[in-house]
C-alpha cells in the first residue's frame, strides 16, 4: 500500500498560485497512477485530477481544466498538483491518493492521507 502525506495548502487570494505536494512512501509508487481529491465544506470528496504510472497522460475535472497541473518525480515518490488562477470555489482539504487509473477516476480509494487545507479568499 502506498502511503501519502500532503502538504503545500494555505491561504491565497482569490487568483492566485499554489504548489501542492504528496510525499508517498513504499517501493511500488512508480508502478501506480495517482490522484488528487478534495473536499469542501459539506460537500462530498470529489475527483480533481490524475496521472499515469509514467507522467505521460493526464485527466482533469472539468471544473480544474486548463487552470490545474498535476505531475509527478518517481525519483522524489514525489506528485505534484500546481493551481493557478484560483477561485473561492476552490477551497477545499485537497487529498492525494494512488490506485489503478479507474479507481482514481471513480473516487473509489479505500485509503486517505491527512490532506493539506486550500483556502481561497474573495
Known amino acids: 500500500q502506498v502511503q501519502v502525506v500532503e502538504s503545500g495548502g494555505g491561504l491565497v487570494q482569490d487568483g492566485g498560485s499554489l504548489r501542492l505536494s504528496c510525499a508517498a512512501s513504499?517501493?511500488?509508487?512508480?508502478?501506480?497512477?495517482m490522484g488528487w481529491f478534495r473536499q469542501a465544506p459539506g460537500k462530498e470528496r470529489e475527483f480533481v485530477a490524475a496521472i499515469s504510472w509514467n507522467g505521460d497522460n493526464a485527466y482533469y475535472a472539468d471544473s480544474v481544466k486548463g487552470r490545474f497541473t498535476i505531475s509527478r518525480d518517481n525519483a522524489k515518490n514525489t506528485v505534484y498538483l500546481q493551481m493557478n488562477s484560483l477561485k473561492p470555489e476552490d477551497t477545499a482539504v485537497y487529498y492525494c491518493?494512488?490506485?489503478?487509473?479507474?479507481?482514481?477516476?471513480?473516487?473509489?480509494?479505500?485509503?486517505w492521507g491527512k490532506g493539506t487545507l486550500v483556502t481561497v479568499s474573495s
Open positions: 513504499g517501493r511500488t509508487f512508480s508502478t501506480y497512477p
Open positions: 491518493a494512488a490506485g489503478t487509473l479507474g479507481a482514481l477516476l471513480a473516487s473509489n480509494i479505500s485509503y
